[in-house]
């Protein structure tokens, strides 16, 4: 049974969608993905039996570790090796890119109060935020043009999806996450070495560039 706390958390959740919509400052992006994996800790464990010590240790160390400290401390110090602070010349502006982001939260917890209305069974505020961040995260997709936004994007969604299983099934299957956070791991990896090619061979580092290497 989730308390009134813990639903204020999962909304802090979905809010932290909005502030990496009105920011152009990729440290922030980082930063954000930090405390969405503490938020993810807190409500994962309030959902998961204390005798399933096993989940809970994997939990604690995907989302509490790896998505709460080591990943966002690796991107941040790959964007300040790189000197690539702030996501410059984004498709929409920031406050254009705010008023959307608040759209689509509106449009996940509306949905959410539908499927529960119509007595499907999952919980309202743990799938609204869920859906809200994931409809979020692909608006940062399509609307920022570095590469290294385009990764931080990726890792949000998996949030998203993380806290939609949680809201419909209660628990997500332990070989679906491992893989999950397996491939995380390696974009996060492979990020650091990518950005670093590419900054000698593309200014800015826009993926609107890669068009012109089409054939």
């Given at each position: 049974?989730?308390?009134?706390?813990?639903?204020?958390?999962?909304?802090?959740?979905?809010?932290?969608?909005?502030?990496?919509?009105?920011?152009?400052?990729?440290?922030?992006?980082?930063?954000?993905?930090?405390?969405?994996?503490?938020?993810?800790?807190?409500?994962?464990?309030?959902?998961?039996?204390?005798?399933?010590?096993?989940?809970?240790?994997?939990?604690?160390?995907?989302?509490?570790?790896?998505?709460?400290?080591?990943?966002?401390?690796?991107?941040?110090?790959?964007?300040?090796?790189?000197?690539?602070?702030?996501?410059?010349?984004?498709?929409?502006?920031?406050?254009?890119?705010?008023?959307?982001?608040?759209?689509?939260?509106?449009?996940?917890?509306?949905?959410?109060?539908?499927?529960?209305?119509?007595?499907?069974?999952?919980?309202?505020?743990?799938?609204?935020?869920?859906?809200?961040?994931?409809?979020?995260?692909?608006?940062?997709?399509?609307?920022?043009?570095?590469?290294?936004?385009?990764?931080?994007?990726?890792?949000?969604?998996?949030?998203?999806?993380?806290?939609?299983?949680?809201?419909?099934?209660?628990?997500?299957?332990?070989?679906?996450?491992?893989?999950?956070?397996?491939?995380?791991?390696?974009?996060?990896?492979?990020?650091g070495v990518f950005v670093r090619t590419m900054k000698k061979a593309i200014p800015g580092q826009h993926v609107d560039k890669l068009r012109g290497l089409r054939g």
């Amino acid at each position: 049974m989730i308390t009134g706390s813990e639903n204020l958390l999962i909304i802090l959740f979905a809010v932290t969608m909005l502030w990496v919509a009105a920011s152009s400052r990729l440290e922030l992006y980082a930063r954000m993905l930090g405390f969405q994996g503490v938020l993810l800790f807190i409500v994962a464990i309030a959902n998961i039996s204390w005798d399933e010590k096993f989940t809970l240790v994997f939990i604690a160390v995907e989302t509490l570790i790896l998505k709460g400290t080591v990943i966002p401390i690796y991107l941040i110090k790959v964007i300040r090796d790189n000197e690539i602070r702030r996501e410059t010349e984004p498709y929409l502006p920031n406050l254009f890119s705010l008023v959307a982001a608040v759209g689509l939260t509106v449009v996940g917890f509306v949905l959410a109060f539908v499927s529960q209305a119509r007595n499907h069974p999952v919980h309202p505020c743990l799938f609204g935020a869920a859906v809200s961040v994931i409809l979020n995260a692909l608006f940062i997709l399509l609307t920022r043009k570095k590469f290294i936004t385009h990764i931080i994007a990726f890792i949000f969604l998996e949030n998203g999806i993380f806290l939609l299983s949680l809201a419909v099934a209660g628990e997500m299957p332990f070989i679906v996450n491992l893989g999950v956070v397996l491939d995380i791991f390696m974009w996060v990896l492979l990020t650091g070495v990518f950005v670093r090619t590419m900054k000698k061979a593309i200014p800015g580092q826009h993926v609107d560039k890669l068009r012109g290497l089409r054939g």
